[in-house]
């Protein structure tokens, strides 16, 4: 069955980085794209990153554009996001999800995301 | 941006009842070319990662069951939960992924049994 699974994060102080990954089994992984989404405590969902299914277009937040890269490995089944110059507002959860579209009528199309991971917390503090 | 505003922020609804969730666009998310709606519909519960209900507005995901429906065009869309069971206490999300460079959920709308 489909699964991901995030890793890597844990407490960094603020100005630091950190690397987040998410491993992909049960499925065509190059055929999808990915994309991570983050929940501060206590808060709603916020879109962060996508990648396009061959990494060749990565997309987003404005609260995270020039900090943060998106970035996969299709012959590993993972993607990652590098965070840098981190701050007290990029504490959250983060899900790695998955991307699907269903098709209709003769033509596919985007539908949300069908698969989630479980999410690696991350706090930023000094 | 599309910014997604639901309504209520919160509600309590009995057992056995209905329970109605809003969800409004600030621009279209109906895709002219395919005559989809690009919103989908998620429940979380506490602890767990969110879970996809509906897509395209009103299409439910395998293995939903029936009493969850998704209504609604353009910018203005309905989750409606049928005869309310105790499971579905939950923090419900709409989410548009019209604008695919900006993907935006709504702020969350927590459901609870009265």
């Known amino acids: 069955q489909v699964k991901l699974v995030e890793s890597g994060g844990g407490v960094v102080q603020p100005g630091r980085s950190l690397r987040l990954s998410c491993a992909a089994s049960g499925f065509s992984f190059s055929s999808y794209v990915m994309h991570w989404v983050r929940q501060a405590p206590g808060k709603g969902l916020e879109w962060v990153a996508g990648i396009r299914h061959d990494g060749t277009i990565q997309y987003y937040a404005d609260s995270v554009k020039g900090r943060f890269t998106i970035s996969r490995d299709n012959s590993k089944k993972a993607v990652y996001l590098e965070m840098t110059t981190l701050r007290g507002e990029d504490t959250a959860v983060y899900y790695c999800?998955?991307?699907?579209?269903?098709?209709?009528?003769?033509?596919?199309?985007?539908?949300?995301?069908?698969?989630w991971g479980q999410g690696t917390p991350v706090t930023v503090s000094s | 941006d599309i910014v997604m505003t639901q309504s209520p922020d919160s509600l309590a609804v009995s057992l056995g009842e209905r329970a109605t969730i809003q969800c409004k666009s600030s621009q279209t998310v109906l895709h002219s070319s395919s005559n989809k709606n690009y919103l989908s519909w998620y429940q979380q519960k506490p602890g767990q990662p969110p879970k996809l209900l509906i897509y395209?507005?009103?299409t439910r995901e395998s293995g939903v069951p029936d009493r969850f429906s998704g209504s609604g065009s353009g910018t203005d869309f309905t989750l409606t939960i049928n005869t309310l069971q105790a499971e579905d206490v939950a923090v419900y999300y709409c989410?548009?992924?019209?604008?695919?460079?900006?993907?935006?959920f709504g702020q969350g709308t927590r459901l609870e049994i009265k």
């Open positions: 395209w507005a009103s």
């Open positions: 989410q548009q992924y019209y604008s695919p460079l900006s993907i935006t």
């Open positions: 999800a998955r991307d699907v579209s269903y098709c209709s009528g003769g033509s596919c199309h985007p539908a949300g995301y069908d698969s």
